[in-house]
């Protein structure tokens, strides 16, 4: 069975920098698209950010210019420093990917178990 593991939430102050980090554990194949996603209190989940095998990125427009995706294959990891924080970034943060357990599988998708990031004005 795989799991995402995430590390690196916390507390910061408004303009701060936090740097999350998820790795994949498990029986992995390979891993296609590896993101992050975050639900902040009474709203709906929402893309942050997502990077391919390859590397091709996508990043909501609320986080473009401050948050960089990145990506370690050799790791089956997924990072995302976070920069200039807003109070309104405040959510919990979930890594996501979607993997193939064995070349004969179809693609199946997990979550981590979410890290809470509180930003403070």
């Known amino acids: 069975q795989v799991q995402l593991v995430e590390s690196g939430g916390g507390l910061v102050h408004a303009g701060g920098s936090l740097r999350l980090s998820c790795a994949a554990s498990?029986?992995?194949?390979?891993?296609?698209?590896m993101g992050w996603y975050r639900q902040a209190p009474g709203k709906q989940r929402e893309l942050v950010a997502s990077?391919?095998?390859?590397?091709?990125?996508n990043y909501a427009d609320s986080v473009k210019g401050r948050f960089a995706i990145s990506r370690d294959n050799a790791k089956n990891a997924v990072y995302l420093q976070m920069n200039s924080l807003k109070p309104e970034d405040t959510a919990v943060y979930y890594c996501n990917a979607d993997y193939l357990g064995t070349m004969y599988d179809e693609y199946r998708e997990v979550w981590g178990q979410g890290t809470l990031v509180t930003v403070s004005s």
């Open positions: 990077i391919t095998t390859f590397g091709r990125i």
């Open positions: 498990g029986r992995i194949f390979s891993i296609n698209v």
